[in-house]
């Protein structure tokens, strides 16, 4: 309950095209230069290895430096050992380098990595750098814009390092490569009118990893849905099925709940 | 009493000369942004045109993401500023258009102004203006689509000035 009315303080965020927020992946566009975003992820996951679930909790603080770099800091929570506590923590920038804009449409390229810590029991083979392992990723991302619809594409090389009490296990391979494709779409309104009216996006991404080494592979698909709140705040509603899985996995099918708010030129 | 009015009109006389020198008025931009579709990201750019302490209300339609804005008065900046602003958002500009009085007697084809560290630069003009508050497009690199300026640079070749990029150099063209 604590967790709870944590979570409702710092509710809701904004980013750059709505149909273009994916919930479980990023776009090759940046947040506002000058915004701060603070976004809450939630995900409660069946537990693949035993019963019961597991709960996460991911807050975020992403910041545009300027027009084309953005970076953000998250802390990955979870309640996988006895009751909810802090697993790890991860850093993401975000160079765009490449954009051609036109009416109602942009074609856009970025550069991105991340960095990430973490303490947690390693058990699974999957790669997770957003709460399972200590690791870095670099990679690219496209994102095309067409009127309502916004279709993006990355693909990224993921490095598993040690976590900091549990060494990756050498049987495991440690590195692979991450893939994703997204399209959103505007449903609502047809015809603005102002900036008080709610949007409404539907979405549907896909992330999958192989393993370098032994080809062993992932693909899941995420449904989502998400509410812009007075062009300023965000609600995100997502289920993420596994699709396909030769690999073992801690948990894979679930629910997320994100709330993000942004604080438009919070910096010059 | 009678001196120290005296002085004040001098004072006023003075800097309602030096003012009159060479000076533009804009009175209110049309800028129509590229690049999105959505309302939050429209906001982004809202938001932004806002923080200038020289603007006094912004007009937007979202539909077409079409912002207008509006100077308070004797008060306006540079077309950079607010392409620059625009960018930052994360968009660029599509067109802009300033609603301007030029202090010359007419402009026409080729006319050259300077305005403290700006140069206008009038090309494309059809019918002369004459010292009037007229609509002007500014057609430089960042404030025309890319695809645009690419086709313009083609037709304008004989404008030798204009495909040279300068920030504080102007090309602008009559509605």
Redesign the interface.
């Known amino acids: 309950m604590k967790y709870l009315s944590i979570v409702f303080l710092l509710l809701v965020s904004f980013k750059i095209d709505a149909q273009e927020l994916f919930v479980v992946t990023e776009p090759a566009s940046n947040v506002p230069a000058g915004s701060i975003g603070v976004r809450v992820g939630q995900s409660l996951m069946k537990n693949q290895l035993e019963s019961g679930s597991m709960y996460n909790l991911t807050p975020e603080v992403t910041w545009g430096i300027n027009k084309n770099i953005m970076v953000r800091t998250s802390a990955f929570l979870s309640n996988q050992e006895n009751g909810l506590g802090l697993k790890g923590g991860g850093f993401y920038a975000k160079y765009r380098f490449f954009s051609v804009d036109d009416l109602q449409s942009h074609f856009r390229m970025a550069a991105f990595g991340r960095y990430s810590y973490n303490n947690s029991f390693i058990n699974q083979e999957a790669i997770d750098l957003m709460g399972g392992n200590s690791g870095y990723e670099a990679g690219l991302v496209a994102t095309q814009l067409i009127h309502k619809v916004a279709i993006s594409s990355s693909a990224s090389y993921v490095r598993a390092l040690n976590n900091s009490d549990y060494s990756f296990p050498d049987f495991l391979g440690n590195s692979a490569v991450n893939y994703t494709f997204s399209v959103g779409k505007l449903m609502y309104p047809k015809n603005y009118t102002s900036f008080k009216q709610t949007n409404i996006n539907a979405m549907l991404e896909f992330t999958g990893q192989t393993i370098t080494e032994n080809g062993k592979s992932y693909l899941d698909v995420v449904p989502s849905i998400q509410f812009i709140i007075n062009s300023q705040a965000r609600i995100d509603l997502a289920y993420k099925k596994e699709l396909y899985s030769s690999m073992q996995r801690a948990t894979s099918d679930g629910v997320f709940l994100k709330l993000e708010y942004t604080f438009f030129n919070v910096t010059k | 009493m009678k001196t120290l009015h005296i002085k004040f009109v001098a004072a006023a006389l003075l800097v309602l000369l030096t003012g009159v020198k060479s000076y533009s008025q804009i009175t209110k931009v049309k800028i129509?942004a590229?690049?999105?579709?959505?309302?939050?990201?429209?906001?982004?750019i809202?938001?932004?045109l806002k923080?200038f302490t020289e603007v006094d209300s912004i007009g937007?339609d979202?539909?077409t993401?079409t912002f207008t804005v509006y100077f308070k008065k004797d008060n306006s900046l540079q077309p950079k500023v607010l392409k620059n602003a625009v960018?930052?958002?994360?968009?660029?500009v599509?067109s802009m258009v300033l609603t301007a009085k030029f202090h010359t007697p007419t402009i026409e084809d080729n006319t050259t102004l300077k305005v403290d560290d700006v140069t206008y630069n009038f090309i494309d003009i059809k019918t002369p203006v004459a010292h009037a508050e007229t609509r002007y497009r500014v057609l430089d690199k960042g404030f025309v689509?890319?695809?645009e300026y690419k086709k313009l640079v083609k037709s304008y070749s004989k404008y030798p000035g204009y495909a040279t990029e300068n920030e504080n150099d102007y090309y602008l063209k009559t509605l």
Do not use: V
């Open positions: 129509m590229t690049g999105l579709t959505c309302s939050m990201c429209s906001n982004a809202n938001k932004q923080s937007t979202l539909n993401n960018e930052k958002a994360g968009f660029f599509g689509t890319q695809k």
